[in-house]
């Protein structure tokens, strides 16, 4: 079965950091750009940033661009989202997603509260 | 940026009836649009890619239609089970940008 699974969050103070992990299984990880996609509460989806298949090339939304970093290891079949200045504005569920084009399988999501 | 206007952004209707949701890109964006079913407390959940082309798996009872800037989202006879709500999204070109999704529910 292909499966994604998140894992890392929790709660942070404004200003910390935090490391999200997205294990897959079940599919060949490494043919897949990978994504991850926030939904804020009771909000809609909103992309984050991608990896393409070799993790050499990387881009980000503007509202999270110099905070976080993404990054893959395609030995281990994980993706990463290393997230720091966390913002009240980050908090939301982060989904790992992975796509050819559309984004065809996504992880059950981890959430991510940003308060002091 | 290319915004998606997604509407209704809810509706009600009655078990069998014909839902349709329409989504507008802010550019041309060829047939590069995919559609995502969220159910409360769960992940979205891959519907179609390429404007019409249904995943392995979804039910027929979903089809969508349309290139450039118009497209359709359409539900043949609405189900219980389809209470949700349904997001296009476009990937023409970054960054990638989802529509504000439209709550189905049951009249």
């Known amino acids: 079965e292909m499966q994604l699974v998140e894992s890392g969050g929790g709660l942070v103070q404004p200003g910390g950091s935090l490391r999200l992990s997205c294990a897959a299984s079940?599919?060949?990880?490494?043919?897949?750009?990978m994504h991850w996609v926030r939904q804020a509460p009771g909000k809609g989806l909103v992309w984050v940033s991608r990896?393409?298949?070799?993790?050499?090339?990387?881009d980000y939304a503007d509202s999270v661009k110099g905070r976080f970093t993404i990054s893959r290891d395609n030995a281990k079949n994980t993706l990463f989202l290393q997230m720091n200045s966390l913002r009240a504005e980050d908090t939301a569920v982060y989904y790992c997603?992975?796509?050819?084009?559309?984004?065809?399988?996504w992880g059950q999501g981890t959430m991510v509260t940003v308060s002091s | 940026d290319i915004q998606m206007t997604q509407s209704p952004s809810s509706l009600s209707a009655s078990v069998g009836d014909r839902v349709t949701i329409t989504c507008q890109a802010s550019?041309?964006?060829?047939?590069?649009l995919s559609w995502y079913q969220q159910k409360p407390g769960k992940a979205p959940k891959f519907l179609i890619y390429?404007?019409?082309n249904l995943e392995t798996g979804v039910t027929p009872r979903f089809s969508g239609s349309g290139s450039g800037t118009d497209f359709t989202f359409t539900i043949s006879s609405l189900q219980p089970e389809d209470v949700a709500t349904y997001y296009c999204?476009?990937?023409?070109?970054?960054?990638?940008?989802f529509g504000g999704g439209t709550k189905v529910e049951i009249k």
């Open positions: 997603a992975s796509s050819i084009g559309a984004f065809d399988l």
């Open positions: 079940g599919f060949t990880f490494s043919s897949y750009w």
């Open positions: 990896v393409n298949r070799d993790g050499r090339n990387t």
């Open positions: 550019h041309d964006i060829s047939d590069h």
């Open positions: 390429d404007a019409s």
């Open positions: 999204q476009q990937y023409d070109d970054l960054p990638l940008t």
